[in-house]
Every structure is written in structure tokens, then in C-alpha cells.
């Protein structure tokens, strides 16, 4: 039988060479079946808690708020782009959802941290960082954020071996500077 010579499935003539085609859209179908799945869309205001953990899964981690209020976040790191926090009232519904790893997020946390902001509260605020690292001579840590930037950037904040975050800035993620070997 020639490549091109068409082959009998189930009463339909297919030709022979058509079955990369098939292996193509099926893989192709799995892909846009995978985006649709983590494109979910954050829960609007008065969903209730079960239906927020039944699609959005198992949360990263879980902070209590003041009157009995929770906030579950939903980070994608390490390498992930995105954390979004969801907050829920005492009763379990949804208060506000907000994808925190942004500029604007970022300038209160400098803000905040003036003020003597806890690692509990830099938690609270932005979740957890995508990478720390010892802050070398300084003592203390370094954690990093990569966020949706088309810079290559990523935010880091330095805290103490105390837990008190002294100061945050923008850096250049190490995965964009890679050594050329042409230099």
C-alpha cells in the first residue's frame, strides 16, 4: 500500500497520510481543552465557598482575616505569573477576588513596609513569593515575585531574620539573563 493509498476505518475511506493530520488536531484539541480549563474566571461577588474551592481546587494557602473573615489564595508559582486572593465574609461568600502580583499591588507593599510590615502580612498581601533566597552579607531573606510584565522583571522584598519586610523593589529575573554564547 502507497502513502497516499486511502485506507478503510469504520466504512469511511481515509488516505494513509492523513494520520499525522489526525494526531496534529488531537493534540491540538487537548491544548485548547487544557487553556479553557485554567482559564477559569474569578468568582464573582456572593459565591459561596464551596463553590469557589469545587472549581478553583485546593488553595495554596488559607489567612484569616479580621471578623472572622478568610482569604484563600491561588498562586501559580514558582514560575506562574499570577496569585489571586479570594476573600470570603464569616458566612463563607465571596467579598472581592483580585490577581495581586501587579505594579499597584507592589507599591503598597513598599509603602506598608516603611511602616514595619510583618512577613505574615506581606503573606496576607501578595501570598507566597516564587523563590527566597539568603540576602547574603545583610543577613535576612530575599523573596521574589515574577508577575505579568513584558519587561522581565520580577518583585522582591528583603525581611529581616525577625520578619519584618524593610523595603521592596523590581529586579531582572534571572531566567531572562542567561549568558550568550556568542560573546
Not at 459565591?47 to 484563600?72: I, K
Not at 552579607?137 to 505579568?148: D, E, F, H, K, M
Not at 523593589?169 to 549568558?179: F, H, N, V
Request: charged content about 20%.
Amino acid at each position: 500500500m502507497s502513502a497516499t493509498e486511502p485506507v478503510l476505518r469504520r466504512g469511511v475511506e481515509v488516505p494513509s497520510n492523513a494520520k499525522g493530520s489526525y494526531l496534529r488536531l488531537s493534540i491540538c484539541l487537548a491544548a485548547a481543552l487544557l487553556l479553557a480549563a485554567c482559564a477559569t474566571p474569578p468568582p464573582g461577588v456572593g459565591s459561596v465557598r464551596d463553590d469557589v474551592l469545587r472549581t478553583w481546587g485546593r488553595p495554596t494557602a488559607r489567612y484569616a482575616m479580621p471578623a472572622g473573615a478568610e482569604r484563600l489564595e491561588y498562586a501559580s508559582g514558582p514560575y506562574g505569573r499570577t496569585t489571586w486572593m479570594i476573600d470570603l465574609d464569616a458566612g463563607g461568600r465571596v467579598t472581592q477576588a483580585r490577581q495581586v502580583l501587579n505594579e499597584a499591588e507592589f507599591l503598597q507593599v513598599q509603602i506598608r513596609s516603611a511602616g514595619g510590615m510583618t512577613t505574615d502580612e506581606l503573606l496576607r498581601w501578595i501570598g507566597s513569593p516564587g523563590e527566597v533566597r539568603s540576602g547574603g552579607w545583610q543577613g535576612g531573606q530575599v523573596w521574589s515575585w515574577r508577575y505579568p510584565t513584558n519587561d522581565c522583571l520580577w518583585f522582591q522584598v528583603s525581611v529581616t531574620d525577625s520578619g519584618t519586610v524593610t523595603g521592596g523593589a523590581y529586579g531582572i529575573d534571572p531566567r531572562c539573563d542567561t549568558p550568550n554564547p556568542r560573546h
